[in-house]
């Protein structure tokens, strides 16, 4: 019954790997997104997609790539991990109407070492 | 661009009573949408309440309502009759009309106090 899923919840890497992260939503949303939450707490939008165009933050490092297989899923792929990258990764959907909320998923905490 | 503003890192208040968290924020728009997140220590970030721009009528749920003053760019979340799960981090967030962009602010943490 889990609206937007997560996984892994938790995961540690040393710097200089790739890694993934996987999302997906049984809402029936349009639009996926993904957040990166630092250790004070600020979110911060990295990525908006729907299937019609994908929106990036133009502060995201081009390491970070969003991949959507079909319309319920966006993965995030990370190369090259550095130690900045520490943080919980939020994944979110929405529907694309207008004023609609962001429902999000449980967040993965990723640390670099 | 839109910015959202939060101006109290911390806030705490006593069991039972009532506390008020602040918002503000930046825009040129007039037709927009406004929400508080609710983030317990679980992490996972929970809708609270939803405003639109253009009623005038402050939104009410349950416990929470918010005190929305559109031309002070003001949006305030206030919590009635404060229990212990409601111990979290509070966001203010800004959705635009016209598209999916959305703006937090930095959070509030509210600490309630038995």
């Known amino acids: 019954d889990t609206a937007v899923s997560q996984t892994p919840k938790y995961l540690v890497t040393q710097m200089g790997n790739d890694k993934s992260i996987k999302c997906e939503q049984n809402l029936g949303h349009d639009t996926m997104y993904w957040y990166k939450q630092d250790s004070k707490k600020f979110l911060k939008i990295m990525f908006s997609y729907n299937n019609k165009e994908l929106i990036i933050n133009e502060t995201v490092p081009n390491r970070f790539s969003p991949k959507s297989p079909d319309k319920a899923h966006l993965n995030l792929h990370i190369n090259s991990l550095e130690l900045g990258d520490s943080a919980v990764y939020f994944c979110a959907s929405s529907r694309s109407e207008v004023g609609y909320e962001q429902y999000f998923g449980p967040g993965t905490r990723l640390t670099v070492t | 661009a839109q910015t959202v503003t939060q101006s109290q890192p911390e806030m705490s208040v006593q069991e039972a009573e009532t506390v008020t968290l602040s918002c503000t924020y930046d825009t040129s728009e007039s037709d927009y949408y406004l929400f508080w997140y609710k983030q317990p220590p679980s992490r996972q970030m929970i809708l609270v309440i939803r405003q639109e721009a253009y009623k005038q009528q402050n939104a009410t749920e349950n416990r929470f309502s918010v005190n929305f003053q559109k031309a002070a760019k003001s949006f305030s979340l206030k919590i009635s009759d404060s229990q212990l799960g409601d111990a979290a981090m509070y966001f203010c967030?800004?959705?635009?009309?016209?598209?999916?962009?959305?703006?937090f602010g930095a959070g509030t943490r509210l600490t309630v106090k038995p």
């Open positions: 967030a800004y959705r635009s009309y016209n598209n999916n962009d959305m703006r």
